[in-house]
């Protein structure tokens, strides 16, 4: 019988004892449709039924104009854990004749006649649906669903409504969703963090705030929620925001924004839309003025928060928007054993110039961060990168020394 303990004992230690691994594999590379210049925005999110769904903006023009460039939505599908994956297609596009945002008209080299579909964001519904939202000129937002995996999408149905409680608190002329994945609640409440300029600053994108949209029909109609993170001195300029789900329910929120701290604001809310706590800076989540990805690990007994972004605070030489920006690269994912109180490891994933990211968890544990990174192309715009890379890994390769 002893022997026979010792068997299994050895036997379960080697089962559970997996071997770190990590591997990358570019999704969008800039050049290979000579339609688009640049790739931006990455998402990435894991549906109910394991499959994989990334996405990203595909811009006309690799300088410039930009965010208010001639812009698409595309999306990949993978169904074996983001190992193979479909060909790019559009998935975003609203009928009729399209109005500039005002605003943008205002600024050098944009064209009147680009559509600029912008700041997609996906949440895997726990019924296997997949809700989305995006925007339309930084002025409009279109909600659209897909009940088979990423396939198809229904037609898109305006709810930028949703914003128009915020005027009588901020006056914006400019809005945004996430960008990246969002949430499903336990209770069945999608949320979705909103950012809110009045256009008179920077890109036409500044000064902002942040906050959130929700809806409590699955999708069918949208309200908005209270100003999470207003613009004040100490929390300058908050914009692109994601959002995650606390063990004991309430929705916290890891904005990105470019107080002079350089770290990351959170705040966090009972029900994801009202009553958000003071804002405070987080010491451990570095701040080089870039979008960051947070997602739940949920596997092996284990309830982990992950983290993404650039872990950087270099001066970044040649960016004129805004003037305390910091190099993009160094992107790296720190894992938290406290519902982000504290973040315990950090590993970094990409040396050298990579930018946005987000990141998700597929059903049998692996781990996946979209991003972008220079990778070969030197040229590339530095804000953005050449490239978005997928990088699939398991807890151990974090974890290893």
């Not at 906050?211 to 908005?224: H, L, N, P, V």
Request: charged share 25%; net charge neutral.
């Amino acid at each position: 019988m002893k022997y026979i303990a010792t068997l299994m004992i050895a036997f379960f230690g080697f089962i559970q004892a997996a071997e770190p691994f990590m591997e990358k594999q570019d999704l969008f590379i800039v050049g290979e449709d000579p339609a688009y210049s640049l790739y931006h925005i990455p998402g990435i999110v894991v549906t109910a039924k394991g499959t994989v769904l990334s996405w990203c903006e595909a811009r006309k023009r690799a300088a410039g104009v930009s965010d208010w460039d001639d812009i698409r939505i595309l999306l990949r599908r993978s169904s074996d854990d983001g190992k193979t994956w479909s060909t790019a297609k559009s998935i975003a596009d609203v009928p009729g004749p399209k109005e500039k945002n005002p605003l943008a008209l205002k600024m050098k080299n944009v064209d009147p006649n680009d559509v600029t579909y912008n700041n997609p964001v996906l949440i895997a519904g726990k019924d296997g649906a997949v809700h989305m939202l995006f925007c339309l000129e930084y002025m409009r937002v279109f909600y659209q669903r897909s009940d088979d995996d990423g396939i198809t999408f229904s037609s898109p149905t305006e709810v930028t409504a949703a914003f128009d409680g915020f005027k009588k608190d901020y006056d914006w002329k400019v809005l945004a969703t996430g960008p990246n994945h969002s949430i499903q609640l336990k209770n069945g409440r999608l949320v979705v963090p909103v950012w809110l300029s009045t256009g008179t600053g920077g890109n036409a994108h500044r000064p902002s705030v942040t906050a959130t949209i929700y809806s409590d029909d699955q999708g069918k109609t949208w309200k908005g929620g209270e100003i999470a993170v207003p613009c004040t001195d100490e929390w300058i300029n908050p914009n692109e925001t994601v959002a995650i789900e606390l063990n004991d329910g309430r929705v916290m929120l890891n904005v990105r924004s470019e107080s002079k701290a350089h770290r990351r604001l959170v705040t966090t809310s009972a029900d994801g839309a009202t009553q958000w706590s003071k804002p405070r800076f987080d010491d451990a989540l570095l701040e080089p003025i870039c979008m960051g990805g947070i997602a739940r690990y949920n596997h092996e007994g284990k309830s982990l928060i992950l983290f993404s972004n650039p872990h950087n605070l270099e001066k970044a030489k040649g960016r004129a928007e805004p003037g305390n920006n910091r190099d993009r690269k160094n992107v790296s994912v720190k894992i938290s054993h406290d519902e982000g109180q504290t973040w315990s490891i950090h590993k970094l994933l990409e040396d050298g110039p990579s930018m946005y990211s987000d990141i998700a968890v597929t059903h049998n544990g692996t781990i996946l961060c979209f991003y972008g990174r220079s990778g070969e192309n030197k040229g590339s715009a530095a804000f953005a990168g050449g490239r978005l890379t997928l990088a699939r890994f398991n807890l151990e390769w974090i974890t290893a020394p």
